[in-house]
């Protein structure tokens, strides 16, 4: 009897350390849960990443620069009523079961801004009220420093927004966000919000900006109306 009491003594003293053991493991670090909720509900409704100044570690360092946009650029909204363009506004009609008119009114409608062009120029951004090449007028100009990246569904696709602000508190455009150019696309552009806040450029989901380069061809907007 005494060795069995010597036993149950000693299960006894093993039990609660072994079941502290086991909540432990499944108890989180203080601060855990918080730390690893990284995604947040997007304007479209779908889960987006939206990475804190900490990331930027795991962004390019030619993205973290406005030198990756750098030069002169065209607003594409100023293009569109070309006669010209016609042909691409007419397949697009086809394309969509609608009108070429109705076509072109919705690209203006994505492509609206109110500025004609962009100069960008090592931190500092020029946005005019027409084509550089065209003596465009200054409607604002200030210099950006990087802030940190957004992500957002596009056409069913996450894409990364680059967004940089302003470093004069009177900047007309406090955030400007860019996507990155694709040089490998026949026409060379890019996409871009601008506006107050990385929240407010976030939600308005249909509307993106594009610039072109200066050397952009008809047939290239033609194939772009298009797609």
């Known amino acids: 009897m005494t060795k069995h009491r010597a036993l149950a003594a000693c299960l006894a003293l093993a039990l609660p350390l072994t079941l502290s053991a086991c909540g432990g493991a499944d108890e989180q670090t203080p601060g855990a849960a918080e730390s690893s909720a990284t995604a947040v509900e997007s304007p479209s409704g779908a889960a987006d990443s939206t990475p804190s100044a900490a990331d930027s570690a795991s962004v390019p360092a030619e993205l973290q620069s406005l030198s990756s946009w750098k030069g002169e650029w065209n607003n594409i909204d100023n293009y569109l009523d070309d006669p010209a363009l016609a ?14 008119d109705e076509e072109k009114a919705a690209l203006h409608k994505r492509r609206a801004s109110d500025f004609g062009g962009l100069v960008i120029d090592g931190d500092k951004i020029t946005f005019l009220d027409n084509f550089p090449s065209k003596d465009g007028k200054e409607i604002s100009s200030s210099e950006y420093t990087w802030d940190k990246t957004y992500e957002s569904v596009v056409g069913g696709k996450t894409r990364t927004w680059y967004a940089f602000k302003a470093t004069d508190s009177a900047a007309k455009y406090p955030t400007v966000m860019f996507f990155p150019i694709d040089h490998e696309e026949d026409l060379l552009h890019f996409h871009m919000r601008y506006g107050n806040t990385p929240d407010e450029l976030l939600a308005k989901e249909d509307w993106f900006p594009t610039v072109v380069s200066p050397d952009t061809t008809t047939e290239q907007l033609i194939a772009e109306i298009s797609e």
């Open 87 to 100: 042909p691409g506004y007419e397949a697009a009609a086809k394309k969509n079961n609608s009108t070429p």
